[in-house]
């Protein structure tokens, strides 16, 4: 019920291309999907995030797409660049009750080739 | 610029040893949290607090212990008890305990045994 799962676990993309990971949950309750961007010997840092009441959310070259029905969500980078090779990890949670923390995948790690 | 610092970087222990990670924050956050992150395993929580004076226990909390005296600070202890404390330490912040918002991270603390 708490876990989230992510794939692939790495990925190669040539530049130009769409990059696309996938993350889906079992707990009905979540109702905050977000996405973290890591690089090599870095903190995660909050990349793009999404509510269940939207199917698609789209900041620059991220778009995270949700299918509540199918309990999965997903990010695309499109136009994939050098400078976002880095490990990505999806993650989801509720604020409601005492459930009071981030469930993680286990992250997967992009390299764009240039 | 606001953001969290951890100290230092690259920590080794000796056997037996207690060893303390540095996590300050002037971002003026009320939560803070303390991950470990091994290769392959994501992010695993090992305590939060989510105000001054309290903190809770995440999903790994044994042979670490943290303490919540000031807003800005929340510092881990990995106690002798752990006996497999190598790992990349990532301490972060919300503005406040609800996950729905972004959590900023340090750079992290590597730990390895001597």
């Known amino acids: 019920q708490q876990q989230v799962k992510q794939s692939p676990q790495s990925l190669i993309v040539q530049k130009g291309g769409i990059s696309i990971i996938n993350c889906a949950y079992e707990?009905?309750?979540?109702?905050?999907f977000p996405w973290y961007q890591q690089f090599p010997g870095k903190g995660p840092a909050l990349l793009i995030a999404i509510r269940p009441d939207v199917s698609e959310k789209k900041e620059g070259r991220f778009t995270i797409s949700f299918n509540k029905s199918a309990k999965q969500f997903s990010l695309h980078i499109m136009d994939s660049q050098p400078g976002d090779s880095a490990t990505y990890f999806c993650a989801a949670s509720t604020y409601a009750g005492n459930n009071r923390k981030l469930i993680w995948g286990l992250g997967t790690s992009l390299a764009v080739n240039p | 610029d606001g953001g969290i610092t951890q100290s230092p970087k690259y920590l080794f222990r000796k056997e037996g040893q207690n060893v303390t990670l540095s996590c300050e924050q002037n971002?003026?956050?009320?939560?803070m949290y303390w991950y470990r992150q091994d290769p392959g395993q994501g992010l695993r929580l090992i305590y939060y607090s989510q105000i001054v004076n309290d903190f809770q226990k995440g999903d790994i909390a044994e042979g670490y212990s943290v303490s919540r005296e000031k807003k800005e600070s929340f510092p881990l202890t990995v106690t002798s008890a752990q006996k497999n404390p190598t790992a990349f330490y990532l301490c972060a912040s919300s503005r406040t305990g609800r996950l729905d918002q972004p959590q900023h991270f340090g750079d992290g603390t590597r730990l390895s045994i001597l």
């Open positions: 707990n009905t309750a979540f109702d905050y």
């Open positions: 971002l003026n956050h009320d939560a």
